[in-house]
């Protein structure tokens, strides 16, 4: 059986926006007070800015984390575990309500399409109390995919 061979593929912002636009499985590092890194598995989109969006809570680990050093990476993962992947690395900003709510109307929209009722889900964002993160790409890796080195694939 012949082995896969690893690909890193370079690519443009646009190009890398559009990678990431169907892909929604992400793992977001931030950094913890002590310097260590925080993992956090997240859903992302891309907004309409073209920066990478993430829900959640104010009191996460990943929104603290963000206020205190909005330097943050993701690894943006296809659904297929063994599919193509890539690092992003931006600066975070993190909106808590009021101004939350239409980004994370925006946020569901890059996601999932439309709600049938916007009126109710604003409502339940503001009773849930729900921020967002908003991460300005600043640098990104090569779309990359597992496999062997290319020295190695016909051993």
Sequence with gaps: MPRAIATARRVSRDEVLDFVRVRHQAVLVTQRASGAPQMSPVTCGVDDAGRVVVSTYP???????????????LCVLSDDFNGPYVQLDGTAEVLDL???????VEYFRCIAGEHPDWDEYRAAMVQQGKSIIRVTVERWGPIATGGFPARLAGD
Excluded at 60 to 69: Q, S
């Design 98 to 104: 009021p101004d939350s709510v239409e980004p994370l």
């Design 59 to 73: 009191d996460r680990a990943k929104a603290v984390n963000a206020r205190r050093n909005p330097a943050v990476s």
